[in-house]
């Protein structure tokens, strides 16, 4: 089990976090609509996952926003921003601040946390608890994790620069 802070207290998350060249664990999250959208819907494509506790803190804000605009750019990507939000949040979220559901798609984890249990992002503890803590994974178009990258403050960014030059190397 991996552990990260938030304001520097510990963490402690449930599962483990897949390694580049592992097997992309299957999930099933809420889209917008309520409609169930998993990892085999994606098939065939280069993903981004992007996990996130809520759209509705800042932190999350500005990285669903950063992900909008610099993967909005790039033809062959699709990034999935997934957090435990209501799908009814995260609709009004994308409709206030702009973002384009076919550049980005967001997916809830109200009725499934098989994402967060399946990547070892699972809070299993604390305030945040049922939440999953900040994390990216880039996927191939087979289905293989490429990229991990767990951040350890989960009050900070990942890497944007970074995860889009390892997506990028996929197309």
Do not use: W
Request: proline share 6%; charged share 25%; glycine share 8%.
């Amino acid at each position: 089990m991996a552990q990260v802070t938030l304001k520097g207290n510990p963490v402690p998350l449930e599962g483990s976090i897949p390694k580049p060249g592992d097997k992309a664990p299957d999930f099933k999250v809420a889209k917008q609509d309520l409609s169930d959208i998993s990892l085999k819907d994606l098939a065939g494509k280069v993903k981004i996952l992007v996990a996130v506790p809520s759209l509705d803190t800042p932190v999350c804000a500005i990285e669903t926003k950063k992900f909008n605009e610099k993967v909005a750019k790039e033809n062959g990507i699709t990034t999935l921003i997934i957090s435990g939000d209501l799908p009814f949040a995260m609709k009004r979220f994308c409709s206030t601040e702009g973002i384009d559901s076919d550049n980005l798609i967001t997916g809830s984890q109200f009725k499934d946390f098989s994402f967060s249990k399946n990547y070892g992002t699972h809070i299993s503890g604390g305030p945040l608890a049922g939440l999953s803590a900040r994390a990216v994974f880039v996927v191939d178009k087979n289905d293989v994790v490429r990229y991990t990258e767990l951040v350890p403050e989960i009050g900070s960014e990942p890497n944007y620069d970074t995860v889009l030059a390892e997506a990028k190397k996929l197309i």
